[in-house]
């Protein structure tokens, strides 16, 4: 429901302002309707897929929100639920069409809900907010290049030499000097353009989801609607493009020995993707079908050279605590998604290892500590859970932040890990005793991603705001504020004497 601005050189009269001040004007008179049936989702459906479908649904989701279909608008976005059935004086989508609690959608600049729109949508809920009873055939996602005005930040990644950081701004990548903080380059998809024919000067057309560097230093990975990018991260140049994933690549990572490299996504409510590729050839290996119910937002491969109890070997003296027989890890990979579940799978030949459940809510990231011991999972519940993964059970639940947890990760070999958060910060963990090590503030809005050097002195993280901050890992003290280049100030030009 955010609007598209489209730029028109006019001179602004008295009558087009009384038409804006007009139209942000609220709220909707409320109207009793006389119906014989209820109101249906079907019903008010075309209501949403009038007003709302432009900026909530297929590759753009404003605010997390995903209008397209019944499932994704009960699931809510990152304000939490929109719709609470039977109760529509409670429920944000209500009040917001009806324009009694900002931000008024549609915005300003669109024409609002009528008042028997907002009347059947009222209805509706009121009535149980019921699922469709008709199955509709599935429309293709509406892809197109996101507004200008859209700064969001969704994607961030430091330079394993700490020279260098990558900011997914919108459907931009920016590469700055992580030490000055100047905008190096901005790296460009060559021919790339619009579903319209138009040229355009982006990284992606949609928006830039994730972003991984290689632990070598060779490649930095996009994510965005349907395809990755691998760039040369020394040159910036497009080196591949992989295309054909279901839905938007929300989560990449590589291993730490740079040869796999893995991606997660899948569509809403269908099923989770999860892919795994071979470097430098970027051909898959294994494709993990049907292990998730829905969108997979979280991965993480195992750490290298761990070994774990054989739970077959016998001891020849039961109550001798070090006679055990000790067993490689092979090589596998944790998954996080929407269905709550935890999910670990070897990755020879994708079978599932374990499974870890406890989340009330979709789970939003997954992370793997340096020894192989504990897995960290970060929730919608507001909550990072720890798994023992040797016993397959919860070893605790932390409290993490006051709004939903959107990204995690653990911090180069420590058992610290990161979060980020809607609270509008990132913290640091202790994985072991569950303890708050640090809280790095100063976002105004939404935290979308998080990234840190492999020793931790260097953390960025951004989000809603579009600004990208960079900490001193060790006291979460602030260095700099990355903004779009065009926002920066000018470099100073030396004078010539």
């Known amino acids: 429901m955010r609007f598209l601005l489209c730029f028109t050189v006019v001179a602004l009269s008295p009558l087009v302002a009384v038409a804006q001040e007009k139209k942000e004007a609220g709220p909707i008179a409320e109207i009793k309707l006389v119906r014989k049936d209820p109101v249906t989702y079907e019903v008010v459906e075309p209501i949403f897929e009038k007003r709302c479908f432009v900026c909530h649904s297929g590759n753009i989701k404003e605010g997390k929100l995903d209008i397209s279909s019944y499932e994704g608008l009960i699931k809510g976005g990152k304000r939490g639920e929109s719709v609470k059935p039977g109760k529509s004086a409670d429920s944000l989508l209500y009040k917001v069409v009806q324009r009694t609690t900002k931000p008024f959608m549609p915005p300003r600049g669109e024409d609002p809900c009528t008042a028997e729109e907002v009347a059947l949508i009222k209805l509706w809920i009121d009535g149980g907010a019921k699922a469709p009873t008709t199955i509709r055939k599935r429309k293709d996602p509406i892809v197109s290049a996101p507004p200008a005005s859209i700064k969001v930040v969704r994607a961030v990644a430091v330079s394993p030499d700490k020279a260098a950081i990558a900011a997914g701004r919108s459907n931009q990548i920016h590469i700055y000097d992580a030490g000055s903080g100047n905008h190096i380059r901005t790296l460009l998809s060559p021919g790339l353009k619009t579903p319209d024919g138009k040229d355009i000067k982006a990284a992606h057309l949609s928006i830039v989801e994730s972003m991984a560097w290689s632990p070598d230093g060779k490649y930095l990975v996009s994510g965005s609607f349907r395809e990755i990018i691998i760039w040369d991260a020394l040159t910036g140049e497009q080196r591949h493009k992989i295309t054909g994933f279901a839905h938007a690549v929300v989560s990449v990572a590589f291993s730490m020995d740079s040869k796999m490299f893995a991606t997660a996504g899948g569509e809403p409510t269908v099923e989770g993707e999860v892919k795994i590729f071979e470097i430098p050839t970027w051909k898959l290996i294994t494709d993990i079908k049907n292990g998730h119910s829905d969108t997979v937002y979280g991965l993480s ?123 509008n910060s990132v913290k640091a963990f202790n994985a072991v005793n569950g303890g708050a090590l640090r809280t790095f503030a100063g976002a105004t809005d939404f935290v979308y991603a998080v990234a840190c050097s492999a020793d931790g002195s260097v953390v960025a993280a951004g989000g809603e705001d579009g600004v990208v901050r960079v900490y001193n890992g060790i006291n979460a003290t602030i260095l700099r504020s990355l903004l779009p280049p065009d926002a920066q100030p000018p470099m100073k030009k030396e004078e010539k004497k």
């Open 301 to 423: 491969f195992s750490p290298p050279d761990v070994q774990y109890n054989d739970p077959s070997y016998k001891p020849k003296d039961p109550k001798n605590a070090k006679d055990v027989k000790m067993i490689p890890l092979p090589p596998m990979i944790a998954t996080g998604a929407a269905d709550k579940f935890v999910k670990v799978w070897t990755i020879n030949d994708g079978k599932m290892v374990k499974s870890f459940e406890g989340h009330t809510h979709h789970v939003l990231d997954v992370g793997w500590s340096p020894d192989g011991k504990l897995l960290a999972s970060a929730g919608g519940d507001n909550t990072v859970k720890v798994w023992d993964f040797e016993k397959g059970e919860q070893a605790r639940t932390i409290a993490a932040h006051g709004k939903q947890v959107t990204r995690l990760l653990f911090i180069g070999k420590k058992t610290e890990f990161l979060t980020a958060g809607g609270d």
